[in-house]
Each structure stands twice: as structure tokens, then as C-alpha cells.
């Protein structure tokens, strides 16, 4: 694509400068697609098409990558045979399910993962355990779990039955595993984890497993800004 020669080129892998479709490169011996996403220091190299992001409910036990060494179910086994060359916005683990984001465009990917971007990511949180008011509070005021720190959560309690308790738990930051460890450090066992919302775009009544895509109306109305011409052409 003219950013570099081959020899430049292979330099820039063997440093880890080079992605496709998220995955960074470890060789240069890698066939190309003409539609695939091709990123040299984080910056999309060719004509980027249309921006485009969808909806996916990513079921329990699929892993957030896109070959997975141990055989295991991926996200991307999740998506129909026309939507390949996408990358996810952020991360769920493995045994987490509920709304993920897949895009296209890996600047918009990077931009909504930002704890700057100030979208909120919403949870209903199952536990095995009494929660009060008191944990709410500590939630709240933002904790410290294992030298780690984690800002303000917001958290209700909606329901109450023998043993376990239905939560609603909302947080800014999506560090890794943040809502199993600090139930966990409230002595609350998280036995199930669905995320019903990241920013504008909920999980709503899509199926288990299913993937729509957002509209480019959608988008505009949501992102605008600095977005809005690379949504111009994707599909209403």
C-alpha cells in the first residue's frame, strides 16, 4: 500500500507493528485479503470503507479471540458468513455473556473502550450471597482489590431469593474480570454475568448467539462528531 518497502515491511512485523483484522503479526508469510484490515502502528493503512459496527450476544463459554489454541468456541464462530473482517470492541470473558460490540474499524473499537469516551457499561449480576446497602456503598466509593484500584461502581439490588441476589451493577472503566473481583472481595459469588448495555446500544431482545447490525441512522444519532463522514456510506 506504499508505507514501506518489503524489507521495511517484514521490520515493522517482526517488531509487532503490524495487525490484521486485530490480530497483530508474527510473520510475514500471510495472504491478504483486499477487504481485510490492515493496522501499522494502530493506524489503518488503504482506503478505509464504510464504518460499521453490530450487536453481538455473545454466548457463555465462546473466548474473545479469533483462533483460540485450545480448541475452544470463539466469538467470531458466533458471526454470520458476512461479517469476517471485524474486531471486538473490548472484552468479555469466557464466562460472561451478553452484549459485544464488533466493528469494523479499529479506531472506533480503541475510541469506545477509552474510560474517557465516558460510556457505561451495564450488567445484571447474579450472586450467591446477602448484598446491602453497606457493599453498595464501598461499590460506590471505589475499592482497592489486590493493589488494584477500581473507581465508583454503580450497583442496585433488585431481587432477593433464598441464597442468591439479582444485582444491576454499572461501571465506566471494564477493567479485567472488575465485577467478578469485587464481588468477590465482598465475599459475593458471581454465578452469572450478562451485560445489557455498553453506552447507547443494548442488548435488547436479540437471541442468544445472534448478531444484527446497527444502522448507519443509528450511528450518526450516537457517535456524530468526528464519525459521522466515515458512517456516510454504510447501510440505513
Known amino acids: 500500500a506504499g508505507v514501506a518497502s518489503r524489507r521495511e515491511a517484514e521490520r515493522l512485523i517482526e517488531q509487532g507493528r503490524v495487525s490484521v483484522n486485530g490480530t497483530h503479526l508474527d510473520s510475514p508469510?500471510?495472504?491478504?485479503?483486499?477487504?481485510?484490515?490492515?493496522?501499522?502502528?494502530?493506524?489503518?493503512?488503504?482506503?478505509?470503507?464504510?464504518?460499521?459496527?453490530?450487536?453481538?450476544?455473545?454466548?457463555?463459554?465462546?473466548?474473545?479471540?479469533?483462533?483460540?489454541?485450545?480448541?475452544?468456541?470463539?466469538?467470531?464462530?458466533?458471526?454470520?458468513?458476512?461479517?469476517?473482517?471485524?474486531?471486538?470492541?473490548?472484552?468479555?470473558?469466557?464466562?460472561?455473556?451478553?452484549?459485544?460490540?464488533m466493528t469494523n474499524d479499529g479506531e472506533l473499537?480503541?475510541?469506545?473502550?477509552?474510560?474517557?469516551?465516558?460510556?457505561?457499561?451495564?450488567?445484571?449480576v447474579r450472586?450467591?450471597?446477602?448484598?446491602?446497602?453497606?457493599?453498595?456503598?464501598?461499590?460506590?466509593?471505589?475499592?482497592?482489590?489486590?493493589?488494584?484500584?477500581?473507581?465508583?461502581?454503580?450497583?442496585?439490588?433488585?431481587?432477593?431469593?433464598?441464597?442468591?441476589?439479582?444485582?444491576?451493577?454499572t461501571l465506566r472503566e471494564g477493567k479485567n474480570r472488575e465485577i467478578r473481583n469485587l464481588m468477590d472481595a465482598l465475599e459475593l459469588s458471581v454465578n452469572r454475568l450478562l451485560r445489557t448495555a455498553y453506552g447507547p446500544f443494548q442488548l435488547g431482545a436479540l437471541k442468544r448467539g445472534k448478531c444484527e447490525e446497527v444502522t448507519g441512522k443509528v450511528l450518526k444519532e450516537q457517535l456524530g462528531g468526528q464519525w459521522v463522514e466515515r458512517i456516510q456510506k454504510a447501510r440505513r
Open 109 to 124: 473499537a480503541r475510541w469506545l473502550e477509552l474510560p474517557e469516551t465516558g460510556w457505561a457499561r451495564r450488567y445484571r
Open 127 to 169: 450472586v450467591y450471597g446477602r448484598p446491602n446497602e453497606e457493599m453498595l456503598a464501598k461499590l460506590k466509593a471505589g475499592m482497592t482489590v489486590d493493589g488494584i484500584r477500581y473507581g465508583s461502581v454503580e450497583a442496585t439490588i433488585d431481587s432477593q431469593t433464598g441464597a442468591n441476589a439479582w444485582m444491576t451493577v
Open 29 to 101: 508469510a500471510f495472504t491478504v485479503e483486499p477487504d481485510d484490515v490492515v493496522m501499522v502502528d494502530g493506524e489503518r493503512i488503504g482506503e478505509k470503507p464504510a464504518l460499521r459496527l453490530w450487536r453481538l450476544y455473545k454466548t457463555e463459554g465462546a473466548v474473545v479471540t479469533r483462533k483460540d489454541e485450545r480448541g475452544r468456541k470463539t466469538v467470531f464462530d458466533l458471526l454470520p458468513e458476512d461479517v469476517r473482517h471485524v474486531v471486538a470492541v473490548g472484552r468479555l470473558d469466557m464466562n460472561t455473556e451478553g452484549l459485544l460490540l
